[in-house]
């Protein structure tokens, strides 16, 4: 049995209409965000998923935005715990799925892992879950889901870390790119390969806006991601509900950019933010978020990346280019 997920189906696809109101947004923002790679998702009542897009295919640093990669991965690792349990485990839990797993772990780590050493590869699963015999379920440990809770929800780096280092280097990259959210040939898509500075030697690839980095995404993977979130379809109904709150508490905790801007017609309510510096010395934004327009209360799934940012109002010119481009924009 495999540890990774089947690939993912691509939800979303380019709709002519939007990308017309996006470039027009674009043309008519004062100081217009030209750097920073833009997804915008409308859920539309059909049940398709169109979208417009600028710089999309890039690989950019974003920070602790990539923490979303850590919360993903793990709850694809506690489903397939369960899918091998399911049957019913003689002896050590942790133990059988340890040897049914780890070796599965080691012989498809991407290229960028060839080297790296088991303590940094492979998760420590008696570190992440707990297992109870009466339901034959593996479950989150209180002390990961505290931490994940943290580093989603808190943003905190420390927590974040010690999630990354349980569910090891090994486990993240491979779940990202078996489930297509991640090109192990072209090194583009959501890479998390780093604890944010607790210890483990972060592995890094090449980005767009900074130096090799162990934090980087393109805006359509992550754009990917959150759709098939949002509508349930990333890995089970239980587990993609869990996610969407711990995006929804970081919004109650004010961890959010774009509605930062008061003026703007809608309303954040699921968020993962990113900010941290590049190396020409000033700091990047990044979010992925869902949102809801005021009036209509149709949602959107919008992603941006690499908007410098030094106060509040620099993001305003991101925030009002998704404002001008959903209000202009008619459901299909």
């Known amino acids: 049995m495999t540890p990774f997920p089947n690939a993912k189906d691509d939800p979303i696809v380019h709709d002519e209409a939007l990308q017309a109101a996006l470039d027009g947004a ?8 030209n750097g920073a790679p833009i997804v915008i998702v409308s859920i539309n009542p059909d049940g398709t998923r169109s979208y417009a897009g600028r710089l999309e295919y890039i690989e950019c640093y974003s920070a602790s935005l990539l923490k979303v990669a850590a919360m993903y991965a793990a709850f694809e690792l506690r489903k397939a715990c369960n899918d091998l349990v399911a049957g019913g485990v003689a002896g050590d ?3 059988t799925v340890s040897s049914s797993f780890d070796d599965v772990i080691r012989a498809n780590r991407l290229p960028k892992l060839a080297d790296l050493d088991d303590l940094h590869l492979l998760p420590k699963y008696n570190q992440i879950f707990t297992y109870d015999p009466a339901s034959n ?6 002390a990961f889901w505290d931490d994940l809770f943290s580093a989603i929800a808190d943003g905190n780096n420390a927590a974040a870390g010690r999630c990354i280092q349980r569910l090891g280097f090994g486990y993240i990259t491979t779940a990202a790119s078996e489930a297509n959210f991640f090109d192990a040939d072209t090194n583009l898509g959501m890479w998390l390969c780093g604890d944010f500075g607790l ?12 130096g090799p980095t162990a934090q980087g995404a393109t805006a359509y993977q992550m754009a990917k991601l959150f759709t098939l979130l949002l509508d349930a379809q990333l890995v089970d109904p239980a587990s993609d509900a869990a996610m969407l709150n ?9 961890h959010l950019f ?20 590049v190396n020409a010395g000033f700091a990047v934004a990044s979010e992925a978020l869902i949102i809801q327009e005021n009036t209509t209360q149709r949602q ?9 940012f030094a106060t509040d ?13 959903i209000a202009s924009y008619l459901f299909p």
């Not at 674009?26 to 100081?31: D, G, I, Q, V």
């Not at 774009?258 to 703007?264: A, G, H, P, Q, Y």
């Not at 959107?300 to 410098?308: D, E, I, L, R």
């Not at 109002?313 to 998704?322: E, G, H, I, K, T």
């Open 26 to 33: 674009m043309a008519s923002t004062p100081n217009p965000p």
């Open 93 to 95: 839990v942790f133990q």
């Open 137 to 142: 379920t593996v479950n989150f440990s209180q």
């Open 199 to 210: 210890g483990y030697p972060p592995q890094r690839i090449s980005c767009s806006n900074d």
């Open 246 to 254: 711990l995006l929804q508490q970081a919004v109650v905790r004010l």
């Open 258 to 277: 774009l509605n930062r801007d008061t003026t703007v017609q809608y309303v954040t309510t699921h968020s993962k933010i990113g900010l941290g510096p």
């Open 300 to 308: 959107f799934v919008v992603v941006f990346q690499n908007q410098p």
């Open 313 to 325: 109002p620099s993001v305003f010119p991101v925030a009002r280019v998704v404002d001008a481009t």
